[in-house]
């Protein structure tokens, strides 16, 4: 009988995520490349040949919270303490905000999958736009964990540069998964992700301001 070891299993871990074969840089690839195909193709079932998106959205989270650890950076670290209280409060909340973004980004495929399917309601179901949803906020994920090399070393005032980006993707990513109509589909995909991502800033920091303020 073969007995199961260490090696054998950090092997197959190995292999999973490092191999340029493996299921994760093939997602990771094809998100870039051609998007919708894999979009579809997911939802039609050919589901073994790639990356599960909730997985693929908590690696990257975890990638990213260790890389940020590592060059010790910190988003807020360059707003002053102000003395009006209120001023503060909303300090504070912005610093709960960044330090549980694994958590708070939940919010975002929440809202992000909610008006695709306002926006793009006949295609698909919510639940099938929300696994959408995963991949692309993963991919947003990845564009802030580069990012923030950008910021620590080159220049800290850029704090927006991923959401214009990620927009300029996402408008990208909807026209490669519909593939017609690419004027109406663009407009559509700009306003889905414009609403999404007001929605999740009011509800990740409505959130965060909650949890300081009764804290």
């Not at 610093?95 to 399917?117: E, R």
Request: contains cysteine; positive net charge.
């Amino acid at each position: 009988m073969h007995k199961v070891t260490f090696k054998e299993t950090f092997s197959d871990v190995a292999s999973g995520l490092f191999s340029f074969e493996a299921p994760f840089w093939r997602t990771l690839k094809l998100l870039f490349v051609n998007p919708g195909r894999l979009f579809r193709e997911y939802l039609a079932g050919k589901r073994k040949s790639y990356f599960k998106p909730v997985s693929f959205f908590i690696l990257l989270t975890v990638a990213h919270l260790l890389i940020r650890s590592l060059l010790d950076y910190d988003p807020m670290g360059d707003i002053p303490d102000d003395p009006n209280a209120r001023v503060n409060l909303f300090r504070e909340a912005g610093q709960f905000m960044v330090q549980h973004i694994n958590n708070i980004l939940f919010v975002f495929v929440f809202t992000l999958s909610l008006f695709m399917k306002l926006f793009f309601y006949k295609k698909y179901s919510w639940a099938e736009y929300m696994a959408i949803a995963f991949y692309l906020v993963g991919i947003y994920i990845f564009l802030g964990t580069i990012h923030q090399f950008f910021l620590k070393f080159l220049d800290s005032k850029m704090q927006f540069l991923t959401m214009v980006i990620m927009l300029l993707y996402f408008v990208y990513a909807m026209i490669s998964l519909f593939q017609k109509k690419k004027f109406l589909v663009g407009f559509q995909a700009l306003c889905a992700y414009v609403f999404g991502t007001i929605f999740y800033v009011i509800l990740g920091f409505g959130l965060a301001l909650l949890i300081v303020y009764f804290s």
